[in-house]
Each structure stands twice: as C-alpha cells, then as structure tokens.
C-alpha cells in the first residue's frame, strides 16, 4: 500500500475514537465527491453505549448513524483518529443531520409558520371582455 493512499474495503468497519480515547463506533459508508474526487464525509455507525450522549435518531430496524465530516479526522491508521471530545462531535455534527438542521433553520422574513401561503388565483377573462380585431 503506497503511503497516503487507503482502500474503502480498508477504512470500511474501521473502529472510530476520539482525543479521550472513547471508542464511539465504526465507519460506515463512505461519501465521495465525484467531481473532484475527494471524500466528503462518512457514516459513523455508532456504538449503542453513545447513542443518547450523541444525540442521534435510534433505530430499531437500523444501527444508528451519524455523518461525519473528513475535516474531523486527525489521523487513519489501525483506528479513525478524531478531534475533539464527545461534546464537540455532537456539536459539531448537529448541523450535518437533515431534521436538526431543520429545526434550527431561520425563518426568512414575511413568512409565516403556522399558514401555509396561498396560490396565486388567475383570473379567467369573460366573454364580454373585448376581443382582437382580426385584420
């Protein structure tokens, strides 16, 4: 394996720890940027003991998982090396979950939560209405 360069059948399954050593789970899928080729981000399948202390959905058919971002990793080796400590992965990944996000998102001005805004009504033109003269 040349340095710097890892396969995904690799990193897949991987177990994940953080600055505290707290083993959180492992990796899961793998997002990658096709247009330039770069990983994104990837699955965090996280450990049941870290569910509720990450804040992430459970699950009863599926294990839960939580998006990372790769600016997050500090190293890759045996084990997924991350900053931080559990609170700041949790902060930090807060705005990457699409029902968090959305909860926290601003309301623009003029809208209004609880209606939603009617269609506009076109009107349709009546017979007596004046007609194009032909030439």
Sequence with gaps: MAIGIIKDSDLLGKHVILEDASDVGTVGDIYVDVFDWHITKFDLVVDKRYIERLGVDKSMI??????????LVR????VVHLNGSLEEL????RAVQPHEAAKEAPVPPGARKDKPEEPKRYQHKGH????PKKL
């Design 62 to 71: 599926r294990k839960s998982r939580l998006p990372i971002k790769t600016h």
């Design 75 to 78: 190293a890759v080796g045996d």
């Design 90 to 93: 949790r902060r930090s990944t």
């Design 128 to 131: 007596d209405e004046e007609k």
